[in-house]
Nanobody, 123 residues
Framework: VQLQASGGGLVQAGGSLRLSCAAS????????MGWFRQAPGKEREFVAAINRSGGRTVYADSVKGRFTISRQNAKNTVYLQMGSLKPEDTAVYYCAAVFGVVVPTTGEEYQYWGQGTQVTVSS
């Protein structure tokens, strides 16, 4: 499975961005999808994940209520709608995929990774 993330950019604090991750090379609906991020000098951290049907989502406490993960299986795409952005949300955001039904929140459990898209939130 190949993953291509897009949609990053520079935004002011309080603003919004929508990230997209397009998948190819596999049956998208069979994969659990996740978003992670890594800020400079910090370890990669879990942001959000969604099950195969889109009926179950999981969020990191730091983004709960501000970010929404969703997917369109017909378009082989997962999204991350980010709102009320803060400077501490600045990071490279990565999408990831894992085959199966479990919805992991640790990066080690994901099999495939996209190349990342930079999100910068100015204060």
């Amino acid at each position: 499975v190949q993953l291509q993330a897009s949609g990053g950019g520079l935004v002011q604090a309080g603003g919004s961005l929508r990230l997209s991750c397009a998948a190819s090379g596999g049956t998208f609906s069979r994969y659990v999808m996740g978003w992670f991020r890594q800020a400079p000098g910090k370890e990669r951290e879990f942001v959000a994940a969604i099950n195969r049907s889109g009926g179950r989502t999981v969020y990191a406490d730091s983004v709960k209520g501000r970010f929404t993960i969703s997917r369109q299986n017909a378009k082989n795409t997962v999204y991350l709608q980010m709102g009320s952005l803060k400077p501490e949300d600045t990071a490279v955001y990565y999408c990831a995929a894992v085959f199966g039904v479990v919805v992991p929140t640790t990066g080690e459990e994901y099999q495939y990774w996209g190349q990342g898209t930079q999100v910068t939130v100015s204060s």
